[in-house]
């Protein structure tokens, strides 16, 4: 009987991105970003199922083009960043769902630590220009914000909320096969 190596997976920074989009004050939609992440997965077969996958990003890296809110995201009262330098997320399956992958596992938000289950459309695989082999994925999915300890509410005079508890996650990412 054949022992499979697992073969391990970089993900690629230069290739990659991570969004995230909020409702603001219930009637428009605020996209921002995380420019420093790091991750891998582990393969045992070519279709990339029951690949293990660890995730994590750099909270001090989130952009939204607004420096003021970007200060507000990092404090306290949101990330708190000081604290909780990372975000981090492990699998614990990543099995086929019709033509994608249901990716579930472990997510870290302010050591706060949640079941999440998230889409994963897979792009496919190429050879770049000098021979390293890499693969694409588009994750989606959708969690709640006060289930991670963030929990900050605003109102507005007229009694309108600020912001929508529901957080879209839209995370395009290239890996790098290593050999």
């Known amino acids: 009987m054949a022992t499979q190596t697992a073969t391990k997976w970089v993900l690629d920074p230069m290739h990659s991105e991570v969004q995230f989009k909020v409702k ?25 199922e029951d690949a293990k996958i660890s995730f994590s990003l750099d909270v001090n890296s989130i952009d939204t083009n607004q420096e003021q809110r ?30 994608d992958y249901e990716l579930k596992g472990n997510l870290t938000i302010k050591d706060v630590t949640k079941p999440v289950t998230l889409n994963v459309e897979h792009g496919g ?34 009694g309108s909320v600020v912001l929508g508890s529901d ?7 290239q890996f790098a096969k290593q050999v």
């Open 167 to 173: 957080i879209k996650l839209d995370i395009n990412v």
């Open 125 to 158: 695989s190429a050879a770049d220009f000098y021979g390293n082999t890499k693969a694409g994925f588009e994750i989606t999915g959708k969690i709640n914000r006060k289930d991670f300890g963030l929990t900050w509410d605003g109102v507005t005079e007229a």
């Open 24 to 48: 603001h004050l219930v009637i428009s939609t605020v996209t921002g970003s995380f420019k420093t992440f790091e991750g891998e997965l582990e393969t045992v077969n070519d279709n990339f």
């Open 70 to 99: 970007d200060g507000h995201l990092k404090s306290a009262e949101f990330f708190d960043a000081e604290n909780f330098a990372k975000i981090s997320f492990t699998s614990t399956s990543f099995k086929k769902a019709g033509d």
